[in-house]
């Protein structure tokens, strides 16, 4: 085993206006023990009006690892009963009571005594202890002095980065279709996304190394990146995994020209087990342990940063739920140390009511139990994305594409016509995503019957806009809203025209609502789309 | 009763960056009623592990309006006993339960359904109504289309408000000593505090005119400030509140220059209802309802507002716990819309878990049991501000000084000494607060034995900085953390040295601690600063 080093120092990717940050500089300083402070605005924690918080959870097993086709709507109450009637629900719950103080007995981690006033901006020591375990049990660094700290979950936490990274008029480098909010969060501060390609491995690591190799700074009115921008596990809005090849790929270019990735990945434990399979919509789990399962998930850029290049956003958001507003980047402790400060004169902490509600459950479930609970909610978006795609195939005309994975859609033959007059114009195509909660379509506006007469007309760009706005407009007539795939271009439109991107996108989310809603609007969206190529 | 109209159009007080912000572009439209959305990526609110948070709390009457010295720490588990035993308490609990869904017979607002999912940016709706009536209910603002928007307390309110007003060089005004957390955020943006003269009633309204009349942008080499930082009710540090006839003075100025005040009022419910009085720790209550104890109190800048241009910010933090990190904010809608605009991006919003936990508390408690438990914190910070002082009374020879309200410090005579020979060398002064947290001491340098040799052979602010430094460390040396005054002047040493100004502060808090460390503390205080001064 090769001996693990420090992060290398990074001081010269700081923001002008993170320089100036000191966090020592605001506050006072505390004492030694038995030192009485009358130091801060805080009240006696005697009164905090709460006395005890009870929270009754679920135990880790609660959802199957081969979940039901028969489940009706996750676990809900009329799931569980029909579950419970046929034997096949283990849903049931537990509870922890965080008390205003620790009892010499008390089984609990937290304490409302310190959850309701000032954290540390470190978050609550216990909560602290918990993220480090869990990162060196996932992620595994490869370098030495890695830190954690918590924030108010992951958009917030890339805006933090943009700010101790960027300066107005910077240019970061991402995928041609990344995250909406990441890219308008960036937008507004005058920083720049630079598109690279992505093809099913992820992020190009070609194009990538084309880009900054040949970068015209004259040409492009830009600085050469200095940053990534991209998901390591499953990438939103293409629902693709950047594969463990890529990644080695990726970092080594990373290292030669002194970047800094930002790895933002809050669906990396909803990687599907079995890739789709039409007509087997509840495949059987691996044969492994809920350890062997975290050692068999694709491996994060952490993993092979070995100079403390990546700061990676994790979230709690898709694990425990969004309204937590928790969670926590891991990364070199000098680009950390700018957040912390960022933090101090910003967000301050994230509430520790979250704070001691999550950190507590996480202490009841262990390592192993959130692994199993992760586990079996992988499961739950696993078999809504296989009722989604069935859903298509019930709809449409789906085909392979050979020697890629995409599959692509043709207009339903009526059954009376012969295999041989099939209609040859495909209407989109799309990558059945590898996890995650969403389906990227991509729509082929160059068979769209109109396309290129209004193209013409006015140009490729108006014409993919015109056209793109009545189709979502249409699917949302009939009941089912997507989101626009323009949203998503890190490059604006007459940028990808000039690249030959004549085709537009729709991104749908399987990830919510009861199977019959998901079903009938992914249907809905198939007849709408029929019907727009007509 | 005169008609209230609209909020004036402000628009050319928004800062470049926010000029920017539109939240409509990042995200998805919502439909009518039925649609089905794909739009977003949220969990399944089934996939929350989290079935129930029930919540035991303390019936809004747990704190005497009259709280009797023997309470030894609030009303903790010792003290409860203690009262107990004497037939002093009202301490009682109650509880609520937040569940997955609210059934049709629920008592409670809140659900963990919308509460650990996604919030809108304007916060659950449940505690949008909570605030917008409380607002309603307490400020009683004078124009009417004001709005309310949730924040996560009011650090980072602060914060957003410098980020969607202020450009990078530009300058506000605040007091001489402002919150030293608000100056060191404005700064980190490169944004300059310019002080104001404050005297007992607060912000002077004559300098403040006299600053704006004649403001030289050369010579200052900054534009003239268009925004006031300050605090409404009781100010930080000083303790002090502005008058309400100095709110109407400083108000007509506002408007008259056009100016923006950003009032932070984390300590405006923390009035007390007695100036100090030695040896009346615990004065008798006012003879009045719970509802006309919120009328009793000394209206904040937004009663007077009548153009929209206060943006008050208030906080759940001293009223409820700061680990919730929840507050809102009060103002134009076209300022709110700015701010929302900016959370979208940034924060997004307060965590639901806290939303849901202190909204339902604020729900439980309706506005007049809110009323009555903040009128029970406020006489315990009132009862603590009397011990502070009665334990420096004890240390220190106090004095009145006539026609002001400060008490003068002198080292205790030793009982020997007759009156007349008692040292005519003060050490220091301050006021009795009219509430909150904190006391404020000047610390008479100009009368210390080597302050006058030290600034001629250095210089006045060295001199200052040293003698501050040496007196700080002593007190921390002798166990107790104050927080030392430079970090509150919102205009450096040399130009306050300039302005004549030679005496050094110290903040110190007594708004936490059991009573014995309370006294302790500031004993040790008046003991290491009569050495000080030997």
Redesign the interface.
């Known amino acids: 085993m090769s001996e693990k080093h420090d992060a290398v120092d990074l001081s010269h990717h700081i923001s002008d206006?993170a320089k100036?940050?000191d966090s020592r500089?605001?506050?006072?300083?505390?004492?030694p023990p038995?030192?009485?402070?009358?130091?801060?605005?805080?009240?006696?924690?005697?009164?905090?009006?709460?006395?005890?918080?009870?929270?009754?959870?679920?135990k880790p097993d609660?959802?199957p690892l081969k979940p039901t086709d028969a489940l009706p709507?996750?676990?809900?109450v009329l799931?569980w009963i029909a579950n419970v009637l046929t034997g096949k629900s283990n849903k049931t719950?537990d509870s922890y009571t965080i008390s205003r103080r620790l009892g010499p007995d008390d089984q609990s981690k937290f304490e409302?005594k310190?959850?309701?006033?000032?954290?540390p901006i470190t978050g609550l020591p216990a909560l602290e202890t918990i993220v480090a375990d869990w990162v060196k049990r996932v992620h595994q660094p490869a370098y030495s002095n890695y830190a954690t700290l918590v924030d108010?979950?992951a958009?917030?936490a890339w805006?933090s980065c943009l700010s101790i990274l960027l300066n107005p008029g910077d240019s970061f480098i991402t995928d041609r279709y990344a995250y909406?909010?990441a890219l308008?969060?960036a937008?507004?501060?005058?920083v720049h996304p630079v598109a690279v390609a992505t093809d099913l491995d992820g992020l190009s690591a070609v194009d990538l190394e084309h880009v900054l190799a040949n970068w015209d700074e004259k040409a492009r009115g830009l600085r050469r990146p200095r940053v990534i921008y991209t998901q390591g596990g499953i990438q939103?809005p293409t629902g693709l995994m950047i594969s463990t090849q890529r990644k080695k790929d990726i970092y080594d270019i990373v290292v030669r020209y002194d970047l800094i990735i930002v790895e933002d990945d809050?669906y990396y434990f909803q990687q599907a087990s079995h890739p789709y399979q039409h007509n087997n919509t509840v495949p059987q789990p691996q044969k492994q342990s809920d350890e062997e399962w975290i050692d068999s998930l694709v491996p994060s850029f952490l993993r092979f940063d070995y100079e403390g290049r990546v700061i990676r956003l994790d979230t709690f958001?898709?694990t425990?739920?969004?309204?937590?507003?928790?969670g926590y980047y891991t990364g070199s402790p000098q680009l950390l140390e700018k957040l912390q400060a960022l933090h101090q004169?910003?967000?301050?902490?994230?509430?520790?009511?979250?704070?001691?509600?999550?950190g507590e459950?996480l202490h009841r479930y262990q390592s192993e139990g959130f692994a199993r609970?992760l586990r079996g909610?992988t499961s739950?978006y696993e078999l809504r994305r296989n009722w989604a795609i069935d859903a298509l195939y019930d709809a449409l005309d789906l085909h392979a594409k050979s020697q890629t994975r995409a599959l692509v859609a043709y207009a339903p033959s009526d059954g009376q016509i012969s295999e041989k007059s099939k209609p040859k114009t495909s209407l989109m195509s799309f990558v059945p995503p590898d996890g995650g909660?969403?389906m990227w379509f991509n729509i082929h506006l160059h068979n769209h019957p109109r396309y290129h007469a209004l193209a013409r007309q006015t140009s490729p760009a108006a014409a993919k806009n015109a056209l793109a706005t009545e189709l979502w407009t249409a699917i949302?007539d009939a009941?089912?809203?997507?989101?626009?795939g323009e949203?998503f271009a890190s490059e604006d439109d007459e940028e990808r025209v000039r690249l030959g991107e004549e085709d537009i996108f729709l991104r749908?989310?399987?990830?919510?609502?009861p199977r019959e809603?998901?079903e009938?609007?992914?249907k809905?969206?198939a007849s709408v789309l029929v019907k727009f190529f007509e």
């Not at 709507?73 to 809900?76: A, C, E, R, S």
């Not at 004169?345 to 999550?358: E, H, K, M, N, R």
């Open positions: 206006f100036t940050l500089l605001a506050f006072g300083k505390p004492g038995g030192t009485i402070s009358l130091d801060g605005g805080v009240p006696d924690t005697e009164y905090f009006p709460i006395e005890s918080i009870t929270v009754e959870y679920l609660s959802f709507h996750g676990p809900g799931g719950t409302l310190t959850a309701l006033t000032y954290s108010v979950g958009s917030c805006s909406n909010a308008y969060q937008r507004a501060r005058d939103n809050p958001s898709k425990i739920g969004p309204g937590g507003r928790l004169s910003y967000i301050t902490f994230p509430s520790g009511v979250a704070q001691a509600v999550f459950l609970w909610l739950q909660m969403f949302a009941g089912v809203i997507l989101r626009r949203l749908a989310s399987f990830s919510y609502g809603d998901l009938k609007a992914f809905i969206f």
